[in-house]
């Protein structure tokens, strides 16, 4: 058993792209994001209904190669250019963006996925690049990929809905709602947004898998791959073992926290994690394509990335596809699917006020120890950049990032890419930095 490829599957699956989440206590008024919210945010997205009916025609085939609309996009047409499978903008204004997009989009065969950037009523550019789905058509808005620890942004969100309607204090301990953790007394539901609970990254370790005279147990490796681990075994897991460091104190990126809300979020609606998000946060934005604690309906295609150590290991010696079919430990974690349309969506929701109150968006994008909540400062660790947020996401073979820009030329910008590998990820990378320093 090559050690190498474990501790890939291991990292890959149970790590995302260290781009973290950053809140602060306390929550504002707000109306009741469920249903009757739905009606509100539906009217927000209006102006894409001509443009998602027009551009779903031209990449089913219709032979179309411009989006006409009408002025309820508020935007000018879009251009298909077929050498490179790419949407674009003629509008002068929009013009340098479109040249970045499609100069960073064409470095490398590397480059792989879908690409969108827009503003709050412009789509301004859109990118299927070398890829394609499970249908053998080229990758495009609406193709849906595994997003990772994008995820942890809704289930900041869901926790910030219920927190407004009373449901649940930033300042509640653990032991309420897990009185068997002995630790629980310890760490606030804040904490546990902001990444400063004490607790360890994953479920799981190296040594989850390993029998005691230190041999791989493939059988038992196997049965968490395939969601086989019930919730009770995945908490004692975490709640026998101690905390790295007194809550509070520290910044340090656990996965675990972000699984142990959407465990909360469970508790006080009585709805599965995905329920949730669905009724509160998908429906709501109007994301077609976008799904939570499911499994088979991804269609992008993944490509298998091998170890630089061991370049002819083949992933199916172990398992039987390439796709996550990791639920229960994943939920509010790296669950969630979806494509870079529906994305947009949500990000213009978000930041419009549409989902959560203007008190809890200024809490979402304020700095606790560098870290608010679902969103990373970019540049954090070097050179911070104000007005542009971001996060990374990554599953054992997908990869993509959420940006978030607060412009003085084109209002709010968003850049979503969603990839259907790791591999080419300096690309993505060096595209993003591109943009921000551009509008910067």
């Not at 031209?58 to 879009?78: A, H, M």
């Amino acid at each position: 058993m090559n050690s190498g490829y474990l501790e890939k599957m291991r990292v890959a699956i149970f790590t995302c792209a260290a781009l973290l989440a950053f809140l602060v206590s306390g929550c504002g008024e707000t109306s009741d994001p469920g249903v009757e919210q739905a009606s509100e945010v539906s009217d927000y997205i209006e102006q894409d209904v001509c443009f998602n009916a027009d551009y779903s025609d031209t990449i089913n085939g219709s032979g179309k190669k411009t989006k006409s609309t009408d002025n309820s996009d508020n935007s000018s047409d879009l251009v298909y250019d077929e050498t490179d499978n790419t949407w674009s903008s003629q509008e002068e204004e929009y013009l340098s963006l479109v040249g970045i997009m499609k100069r960073e989009c064409s470095k490398s065969p590397e480059i792989k996925g879908s690409y969108i950037l827009a503003t709050d009523d412009r789509i301004i550019f859109i990118g299927g690049i070398n890829a394609e789905d499970v249908s053998g058509q080229k990758v495009d808005a609406f193709t849906t990929y595994e997003i990772g620890s994008i995820t942890k942004m809704f289930t900041a969100t869901a926790i910030l809905q219920l927190c407004e309607q009373g449901k649940l204090s930033m300042d509640d301990t653990l032991d309420k709602y897990f009185p068997e953790f002995e630790y629980g007394k310890d760490i606030t539901i804040y904490q546990l947004l902001h990444m400063q609970s004490g607790l360890r990254k994953d479920f799981v370790t190296e040594e989850t898998f390993l029998f005691e005279n230190g041999e791989r147990n493939i059988e038992e490796w196997k049965r968490y791959f395939y969601d086989g681990f019930t919730d009770e075994e995945l908490l004692n897991m975490v709640f026998d073992d101690a905390l790295l460091y007194e809550p509070g104190t520290e910044f340090l990126y656990s996965s675990v926290g972000y699984s142990l809300l959407a465990m909360i979020i469970e508790k006080i609606t009585g709805q599965s994690y995905g329920e949730y998000v669905q009724k509160n946060i998908f429906d709501a934005c109007g994301m077609k394509y976008t799904s939570s604690m499911k499994t088979g309906d991804v269609t992008s295609v993944p490509e298998f990335v091998p170890d630089e150590d061991n370049p002819d290991e083949d992933p199916y010696e172990y398992v039987d596809t390439l796709y996550m079919q990791l639920i229960k430990p994943m939920r509010g974690t790296g669950d969630i699917h979806s494509c870079v349309y529906d994305l947009l969506l949500f990000d213009r929701a978000l930041i419009g006020g549409k989902l959560i109150g203007g008190d809890s968006l200024a809490e979402m994008f304020n700095m606790d120890k560098g870290y608010g909540c679902g969103w990373m400062q970019y540049g954090q660790q070097t050179h911070p950049v104000d007005g542009v947020y971001w996060h990374g996401g990554e599953t054992w073979v997908y990869k993509g990032y959420n940006v978030y820009c607060k412009t003085k030329e084109y209002g709010n910008l968003y850049l979503i890419q969603l990839h259907p590998t790791t591999s080419g990820d300096d690309y993505s990378i060096e595209c993003i930095h591109n943009i921000v320093t551009f509008v910067e």
